[in-house]
T-cell receptor, first 116, second 111 residues
Framework: GAVVSQHPSRVICKSGTSVKIECRSL??????MFWYRQFPKQSLMLMAT?????????EQGVEKDKFLINHASLTLSTLTVASAHPEDSSFYIC????????????FGEGSRLTVL | QKEVEQDPGPLSVPEGAIVSLNCTYS??????FMWYRQYSRKGPELLMY????GNKEDGRFTAQVDKSSKYISLFIRDSQPSDSATYLC???????????FGKGTRLSVIA
């Protein structure tokens, strides 16, 4: 299947730091990528839809000025958590639809953010 | 009513048991139905993928979709301790749309 890669897999930072997470489609082009967040023992919640060459679409309750999404190319979307605080500590996962457009979404390995 | 409902468990079964996991949903526009397995501190791993209604079998896993009842199931036969994980149902509409996840069911298979 298609491969989606995320980096870094784990980051620990001090409060007030900005953190960038990269999501790459390794062997296919993804015009759209989806960013999810998962708190401990909770399900995955969609944060935003990242569209190549245009602004991201954010879900209700997600601060677009805090979670900056850039989808500058067909294989790369980045999520920047601006001025992170402890409550932003979570597991962030990106996904993209595979090249066959069958509806199947492929997930990255996830990035665990811990803000001290 | 949430779009996707899933009993979070936990569910504990003895090794070798048949496990039944279920989700209900309210959005009749959902056409793609998936089951993911997630181990602690890892990303979700796709187990089964079904388009529209029907059954699909893959080894010890069987997925069923009943669109008329808005009900999907995952059966695990001959369960193993290595099956212990959280199982998430997920579904989506047609087109390049995001998945909507259930809460996940924590399963423990006891040796």
């Amino acid at each position: 299947g298609a491969v989606v890669s995320q980096h870094p897999s784990r980051v620990i930072c001090k409060s007030g730091t900005s953190v960038k997470i990269e999501c790459r489609s390794l062997d296919f082009q993804a015009t759209t990528m989806f960013w999810y967040r998962q708190f401990p023992k909770q399900s995955l919640m969609l944060m935003a839809t990242s569209n190549e060459g245009s602004k991201a679409t954010y879900e209700q309750g997600v601060e677009k000025d805090k979670f900056l999404i850039n989808h500058a190319s067909l294989t790369l979307s980045t999520l920047t958590v601006a001025s992170a605080h402890p409550e932003d500590s979570s597991f962030y996962i990106c996904s993209a639809e595979g090249p066959d457009k069958s509806g199947e979404l492929f997930f990255g390995e996830g990035s665990r953010l811990t803000v001290l | 009513q949430k779009e996707v409902e899933q009993d979070p468990g936990p569910l504990s079964v003895p090794e070798g048991a048949i496990v039944s996991l279920n989700c209900t949903y309210s959005n009749s526009a959902f056409q793609y139905f998936m089951w993911y397995r997630q181990y602690s501190r890892k990303g979700p791993e796709l187990l089964m993928y079904t388009y529209s209604s029907g059954n699909k079998e893959d080894g010890r896993f069987t997925a069923q979709v009943d669109k008329s009842s808005k009900y999907i199931s995952l059966f695990i036969r001959d369960s193993q301790p290595s099956d212990s994980a959280t199982y998430l149902c997920a579904m989506k509409r047609a087109g390049n749309t995001p998945l909507v996840f259930g809460k996940g069911t924590r399963l423990s298979v006891i040796a």
